[in-house]
């Protein structure tokens, strides 16, 4: 009897141990998935994915080091599926499931953070949070991961605090649409006449499909000004139709882009949307951005870089872009072309004629047609465009025309634009003024160059467009070799104010 009692006691306690291992068992397995429903929340859906098609092309291009990096942990599946893409048409639905599914392991698999990738990424202050903690596993370590790559693809990714809705991204698909149509209609251009556009409305009617010729094509739907010139950048202004893209190749900024294509290849922006941050490439991608992408920061740089023949290449250069870019493997690459694409006679008049920047005009005899003498002290004008040239050159005319048409807007008690031609033939004279359609005064000056480069030390004469910007002291205040108008005009507007 005393046995049986005793086992009875034994069950009973049995039970009772059964019971609370039971229960931290629920425990356990309840906190685990609590656990694993959070991180799950962590996780990417396809709403978290802005703009894959912008992260697809981001992806491809991997001379963006974080590209790289996070592309080369990309399955081999979904890096040949974003082989394939093109980058302007929307990405198919196996290539933006692949995408989700890769990245959301990613975020799962270890430490996403690496020092020389995400060296060029600027953290938010919770990445930094977090990096801090060193997480290497659980809840945290997602958290961490997902804000990584939100940093790292801000207009592609949500990040934890955004909500992505369809109002955020009003009128972007129309805005893709039209960036194609363009694309489309370049290509055409660029076939027919092998070169790019001076502006995009010339694309309008001839390489436009005809259902196309309503010319919205220009026109983002986000623009409120639509297309109101001048709304842009200063300069960039396209002179014929109204539209809201800003025109990378413009004619102000042709030399630059050209001079920075070999180091952006097809990801340098072509046309850029300002209101929906996206731009199209000169290879015929989409991709979404502000004003500069970062991870290419120094190279972007050139961009705004304005090199003509009025002084060091060097100099002109550490002014714009700084010491340390030039420095760097880029910079010596960028100066070493610029010197190797200078002619001789340019380089060798640069040297020559940048000591007298800051100096009085030289003294030199001119005639007018008439042969009358002529001075510079006769003209009232707070400043005045000397241009000294040969009229034989088949590059002064054409210069000399567009750059009156960018400068009509100013008063001659202003601004007095005047050209000396280094022939003698008055006849000539009058042929090549009627020929470009000029109405600035062109007097005669034989052996002119040859005064100026005396001053010097030597008596090469030089058979280039010379400009000089005077003050009415005739003072030198700018001089440039060979000028691009539209760089000119803008010299002139820093030290002119115009009618407009």
Not at 42 to 52: A, V
């Amino acid at each position: 009897m005393r046995k049986t009692i005793l086992r009875l006691k034994i069950f009973h306690l049995s039970n009772r141990m059964l019971t609370v291992l039971f229960a931290t068992l629920l425990i356990t397995i309840g906190t685990q998935l609590a656990s694993y429903a959070e991180t799950n929340q962590l996780l990417l859906s396809e709403e978290d994915i802005k703009d894959p098609g912008s992260l697809g092309v981001k992806l491809q291009d991997t001379r963006a080091v974080i590209s790289q990096y996070i592309a080369a942990q990309l399955s081999a599946g979904t890096q040949q599926l974003l082989g394939e893409y093109d980058g302007i048409s929307h990405p198919s639905a196996e290539l933006q499931k692949a995408l989700l599914d890769d990245l959301n392991r990613l975020l799962q698999v270890g430490p996403l953070y690496d020092a020389e990738s995400f060296a060029d990424i600027e953290l938010s202050e919770q990445s930094q949070e977090f990096l801090a903690q060193n997480p290497k596993s659980g809840e945290t370590l997602v958290r961490l991961n997902r804000l990584l790559l939100a940093d790292a693809y801000p207009y592609e990714l949500t990040s934890l605090t955004e909500k992505h809705t369809a109002e955020g991204s009003k009128g972007i698909e129309k805005c893709r649409e039209n960036l194609r149509r363009i694309q489309q209609a370049v290509e055409k251009y660029r076939n027919a006449r092998n070169n790019d556009p001076q502006w995009l409305s010339e694309l309008s009617p001839e390489y436009l499909d005809k259902k196309y010729l309503d010319k919205k094509y220009l026109l983002c739907p986000a623009d409120a000004t639509n297309g109101t010139p001048g709304v842009l950048t200063d300069g960039a202004k396209d002179p014929t139709l109204p539209c809201s893209y800003l025109y990378e190749f413009r004619p102000s900024e042709k030399s630059n882009r050209k001079m920075i294509l070999p180091h952006e290849g097809d990801m340098l922006p072509f046309v850029r949307c300002e209101h929906h941050l996206l731009n199209l490439s000169v290879g015929g991608k989409l991709y979404r951005n502000g004003p500069q992408r970062e991870i290419y920061k120094d190279k972007m740089k050139v961009a705004v870089a304005r090199i003509d023949g009025s002084g060091n290449l060097y100099t002109q250069l550490k002014a714009q872009l700084g010491e340390e870019f030039l420095k760097s493997p880029e910079g010596k690459d960028l100066l070493k072309q610029l010197q190797g694409s200078l002619p001789s006679s340019t380089a060798s008049i640069q040297q020559q004629h940048i000591s007298l920047i800051g100096k009085p005009m030289p003294n030199m005899r001119w005639t007018d047609l008439s042969g009358k003498p002529v001075e510079l002290e006769t003209f009232q004008s707070e400043f005045i465009l000397l241009n000294i040239f040969p009229i034989t050159s088949d590059t002064s005319g054409p210069k000399l025309q567009r750059l009156e048409k960018l400068l009509k807007n100013y008063d001659f008690s202003q601004l007095q634009v005047v050209g000396v031609s280094t022939d003698d033939s008055a006849e000539a004279i009058e042929t090549f003024k009627e020929k470009y359609g000029l109405s600035m005064p062109i007097w005669m000056g034989q052996n002119i160059q040859i005064q100026i480069s005396a001053d010097n030390g030597t008596s090469k004469s030089q058979a280039q467009l010379t400009t000089f910007l005077l003050d009415r002291e005739l003072t030198i205040k700018d001089m440039v070799i060979d000028f691009d108008p539209d760089i000119l005009s803008q010299k002139v507007k820093q030290f002119v104010e115009s009618k407009d």
